[in-house]
């Protein structure tokens, strides 16, 4: 967008410009970060800078509020600023790539006076969806991203579709809680407790193995024990609110997600997510066209697409899907079919990924039909009657040729029909009001589709068979 404004400068409040300039100045002075790999102290002054920066923002304009000055900002330093911030995001990202092609979904930070590091939590479809979103992967790297999570524990081959997050084995109420007197006596605490007063931190079984005290509902309530106890030193409290947090874990605890099976937890496939995924894969595919990738990229990706899609209730058998196939459900956990049935957010990817199938989109106000992605199998192979209803909430009824398709945009029917010369025709009424040999509307006829003004009745659109998909093999 600013790419393409012709203005010099834009007028903006003081407060404002001073907050971006303490930002772009962080940015600015930092981008010799963007070749090496962030360290944790320079992450922690990045952390801190554009911290400072949006506190002093926000406590100058809650103790003065706007004061109405204004003061201009050049499209050049604009545009300079978003170039440079999009570079520490992308390198944000390069720098989540995991050694299988995944990318890491979740970070934990651990913040000290001068540090900030970083672990990561399992591996997690969502991070997979969200990186192929943003749009910053190839062909090649998508493409990759997509083979290693077939490959992965997230697949799940009874379902042909993809968990949350990988399964894993819990531990057992014994397990719990339990520290084996080597692995206490290796990291050297062992030895630090000798000859101290630790019954109100650690107890020992007959078994020889180590407990944390029982009541402890958190590392507060440790660091609260070792501040009443005289025998613990600065050391020793730190050694043994790290071995609590081995034990327990708490700062990874992600919910249902680590916990429990059922209800979106482990074993379970959301299938909210897998749609977000099947249309994440669509808009590579469709970034992949536009930036004329190979066949050999592009290919693949589409086999990957439409695997996912017939992993999706809608395409399975009622005793695969465990339910009625055309009704939305939540999840499907391990071992039943699916679950929780409701009008879940599935249902807007399922129809955004639909007509990007279809090939519709707009651009530069112009409606296009673009099907490079539609498979020649979804075409009628004998002539039909369908019922819809127009823009006046009245049922009609049009017949349908052989090699034909059928659906509406914003209430218009729309029929796509083999022939070997394309091109698209607008009818009101029985009169054509607008031919093209391309496969675009003009604008005017467009703003009448899209705001449904009820003066066009029928959109024919002719499609040379070439350009549709064979039915695309599986992905291995």
Known sequence: MLAETSLDSVVVSDEMVDFYQHIADTLRENQGLLHEKINDRDRKNLLDRFGNAASDF???VYQQAFDGAKRPLTLDSLRSFATLA???????IRANRRDDNLYHGYNLMTSTADAVSIEHLNVMLEGQVAVLSAGSLSAAESLGLLDALKASSVFREDQQ?????????????LQKNTIPADQLAQSGILGKLAGKDYAAILEKDLLGNYHFNGNFKNAGDLEAALEAGKDFDATLKRDLLRLFEATFQHKAFTGRSGTFFGYEGLGSIYWHMVSKLRLAVLETIVKAREEKAGIDHVRPLL????????GIGVHKSPELYGAFPTDPYSHTPSGRGAQQPGMTGQVKEDILARFGELGVLVKNGELQFMPDFLRKNEFLTAAKT???FDVNGQRQQLQLPENSLFFTCCQVPVVYMLTAKEGVAVFSGNEAVYQSETLLLDREITHKILNRSGEIQRITVRLNPGRLLDQPKKAD
Do not use: D, M
Not at 86 to 92: K, N, R
């Open 161 to 173: 579709s993809y968990l949350l997050y990988p399964n894993k084995n819990l531990p057992g109420f």
């Open 58 to 60: 926000r406590w100058r």
């Open 303 to 310: 086999e990957h697409y439409y695997e996912i899609t017939e």
């Open 386 to 388: 369908v019922a819809f």
């Open 86 to 92: 999009q570079l520490f995001v992308e390198q944000t």
